[in-house]
């Protein structure tokens, strides 16, 4: 999570608002071990957890990783920043990933951390599933909560259209985000389960009823 001063910067949410082409940049490296495999992702101003990688999305990685065992999935990560959620799930699944955001620095991020990481897929530029096509055995997000409510329940009510018969949408958010409520809502088109909990993050899996 940002620091308090980060957040009076602004810098915490530039990431959600601007494709700032005059945005500074400083690279930098951030690494994260999972059963012996190494990852590094390159991260920089203007996105997402730029020092270090999210509390939640690691919650959301390991616990799937705990669960599921079935390799070669598609993959879908909605929002996916530099790519720590599709990229650890891809290489650990043997699985093909596809990552979509629609922030140009992390997704130019993202392709590069994918490839250097060697997990097969791609990173495309989209306003939620604009881009997306095809179905997946996985839809997986840690979403936008500073987009919005509807953003976020468009991302996560529109995932049935792009998931296999026995596809699963897996997503993460902080019980003060209104994980509760959000979930509610999400009943009407799925049957949605808390697989997890740690330090106020809940990570949901919700299936087609
Ligand atoms: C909470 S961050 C998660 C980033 C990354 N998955 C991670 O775990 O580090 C949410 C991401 O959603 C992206 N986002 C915001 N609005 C979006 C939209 N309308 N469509 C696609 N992605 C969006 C943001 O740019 C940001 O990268």
Known sequence: MQSKKEEM??????HYFTNNANLKSEMRQI????????FTFWS????????????GSKLLVETILEKRKKQNLKILDVGCGYGFIGIVLGKLLNSEVTMVDVNKRALHLCEKNRKEN?????????????????K??????????????????EMLEKAK????????????????????????????TYKVEKI?????????CAKSC
């Open 9 to 14: 910067n602004g810098d915490f949410l530039e």
């Open 31 to 38: 690494t994260y071990e999972n059963g012996g495999t190494v």
């Open 44 to 55: 920089d101003l203007g996105v997402f957890s730029k020092n270090h990688i999210d509390y």
């Open 118 to 134: 060697q997990v097969e897929g791609s990173c495309i530029e989209s306003n939620i599933y604009e881009n997306v096509t095809g």
């Open 136 to 153: 997946f055995d996985l839809v997986v997000t840690n979403p936008p909560i500073r987009a919005g409510k509807s953003v976020v329940l």
């Open 161 to 188: 259209e792009y998931m296999n018969e026995e596809g699963e949408l897996w997503f993460v958010i902080r019980k003060d985000q209104g994980v509760k409520s959000i979930s509610k809502v999400l009943e009407d």
């Open 196 to 204: 997890a909990t740690s330090k106020g993050f809940y990570v949901m």
